[in-house]
């Protein structure tokens, strides 16, 4: 693979461009746009969601829980602070179930399936011994 052909590279990628000239080499701050960096997280989304479709299972809970996600911030952040925290990544991780199942071409839903298996267990299913 040519680390100069493709989508992620500097000239395709802002995210990976931040990335390598302010994170790796300590070169430059760029001004990033969160829309780019949305553009290159909606292609890994959808990649993600090709790639499992094609395998044999899909992986339960993709993302930790929002309690998880922010455990340890209490010290720095108020309750009301991580309280729209927890809201805003809600949100935010609904658009990347949208991803899953979005086209890159136009952006319409071309699906269902998605990484994530949900399990659903109801009493009923289970026989009384």
């Given at each position: 693979?040519?680390?100069s052909v493709?989508?992620f590279?500097?000239k395709n990628?802002?995210?990976?461009f ?5 994170v790796a080499h ?5 001004k ?8 290159d997280i909606?292609?890994l989304?959808r ?13 339960i809970?993709l ?6 996600a922010?455990l340890?911030?209490e ?12 809201q805003?990544?809600?949100l935010?991780l609904?658009f990347?179930?949208?991803w899953?199942v979005?086209?890159l071409?136009d952006?319409?839903?071309v ?8 399990l659903?267990?109801?009493t009923?299913d289970?026989?009384?011994t």
């Amino acid at each position: 693979m040519n680390k100069s052909v493709g989508h992620f590279n500097n000239k395709n990628s802002k995210a990976l461009f931040f990335r390598n000239k302010t994170v790796a080499h300590n070169e430059l701050s760029p001004k990033i746009d969160w829309n780019d960096v949305d553009k290159d997280i909606h292609l890994l989304s959808r990649i993600w969601s090709v790639l499992s479709m094609w395998s044999s299972h899909g992986n339960i809970g993709l993302f930790y829980d929002s309690k998880a996600a922010f455990l340890g911030f209490e010290n720095i952040l108020s309750q009301q602070d991580i309280v729209e925290l927890i809201q805003k990544r809600k949100l935010y991780l609904g658009f990347v179930e949208d991803w899953f199942v979005s086209s890159l071409l136009d952006g319409r839903r071309v699906g269902d399936r998605t990484p994530e298996v949900k399990l659903h267990i109801h009493t009923s299913d289970i026989e009384n011994t």
